[in-house]
């Protein structure tokens, strides 16, 4: 089939400076810096996040029991990967493990949260691009530019699925925004019989509308030409980095819980670790034009902004996961996923997948495994068990480890003998994800921008790169140290000075 058009035409860029600002289709803000030598050409490209939050010191001073309705704060689109990842860590500060159907429920809740994370993000962020071409005028490229382009029947069917999606999430996490569900040891509040009837027709209807999402995609994408060539092209979106994700004990794909896995260039084991121990191989870097951290494993070393073995960036989310892994224990999306790696064997491409743009890819594949969880976990009876909640102990140290949508989210909460925080780290998806999204605009735009030439539709490639990854901003900055003229004052309830921050 032939595609909208991707290239247009080019005029000449009058400075040497090329700023992207803001941003666009995706959580949170930023901005793009691009600077050409003097023959026209990228010397050097940035992705620059210009906001801060400030989570990991604002939350010290607090009840510890009070995180995770705090954290989830942090962003609008994944505030449930930031509840559970929280929860699990409180389980932690708590020591006590969940019941089993107090961990089924937080499971059911959660596949519920990636069906519609993932279809917010290939709908209504991404989809434009490969729907209406990255060269279609910018008041076009957005979600009513895409329902135009595919119809208002298949427009009403994605807003249908993500609303069964929100609907699950608000049966157990009592919002479908910002959820209060979790408690150490477990749930809230049980699952009725009858709303177990009620998800189980929605996720079966979830996995039809994966079905079909991935049908479109294999339509508008693989089978235009023109797309599958910037996908597998090693010119404007590839790098060549480790991965990590949250695999089982057979090392297959798992967002709830299991063993972080680190595989290099190519495809090897790298490092395998409990996530307890995430100090001891991630590290994080800063720079002084960013207010978001840079992840690297500590065991590689920090070595600039280059790809390579010798470096220790890694990547997570989708494709990290896919290439982390050995697949899905779901059948139709095993199916999936095997699909995928014939079309790239078929390209030479046998050891993990570099090909940055594959994230979307993965992303829908992704959409069926979590419908088949949801659907596979409504229908156990067993999930409307009442004992959903196991004893807790004193407080102390946790750490909560789950895969968000857009990668590995850790939470790390240290309480005093009163249960109030002492102590936040917050490794989220994004930060993970800083370093190489640095280096896919760098090589994208280096890739398209030469001799002066520039448009809008080269321009919207160059932030095709980070819009891969799905980035969350919001989520992903909180402090440079030293660097923010900010002074922060935590209070006790009587209005006493708890604790005061400068600079944080």
Sequence with gaps: MSGPKVFEETHKSDSKRITIDPITRLE??????????????VAQAYWQVPELRGFEKFCIGRSVDELNKITPRLCGVCPGAHHLAATKA????????????????????????????????????????FVLGPAAPAAQRNILGVVDAVGVEIGGEVIKHRSYAQKVQEILGGKATHPVCGVPGGMSKPLEEDDRVKIEGWANSMVDFATFTLNLFNDLVLKNQQYLDIIASKDIYYNETYYMGLVDKDNKINFYDGTLRVVDQKGNEKFKFHPNDYLEYIGEHVEPWSYEKFCFMKKVGWNGFTDGPESGIYRCAPLARI????????????????????????????????????????????????????????????????????????????????????????????????????????VVGTTNNNAPINLSVRQAAKALIKNWEVSPGLLNMVEMAYRAYDPCNSCATHSLPGKMPIKAVVRNPDGSVYQEIQNF
């Design 28 to 41: 949170g803000h930023g901005k793009i810096e691009i600077f050409l030598n003097d023959e026209g050409n």
């Design 90 to 129: 409180l389980d932690g500060v708590y020591n006590v493990e969940p019941t089993e159907t107090g961990k089924k429920l937080r499971e059911l809740f959660y596949a519920a949260h990636y069906v519609h994370s993932h279809i917010a993000h290939f709908y209504a962020l991404a989809a434009a691009d």
């Design 323 to 426: 290439n982390a892994s050995n697949g899905f224990t779901t059948p139709l999306a095993q199916q999936a996923y095997e699909g995928m790696l014939g079309t790239f064997k078929d390209i030479g491409v046998t050891g993990p997948i570099h090909n940055t743009m594959a994230y979307h890819w993965a992303r829908v594949i992704e959409m069926m495994h979590a419908a088949e969880l949801l659907r596979d976990l409504a229908q156990d009876k067993s999930i409307t068990s009442k004992d959903i909640k196991a004893p807790a102990g004193e407080p102390g140290e946790g750490i909560g480890c789950i895969e968000a949508p857009r990668g590995v989210l850790i939470h790390h909460y240290v309480a005093d003998e009163e249960g109030i925080t002492t102590d936040v780290n917050l």
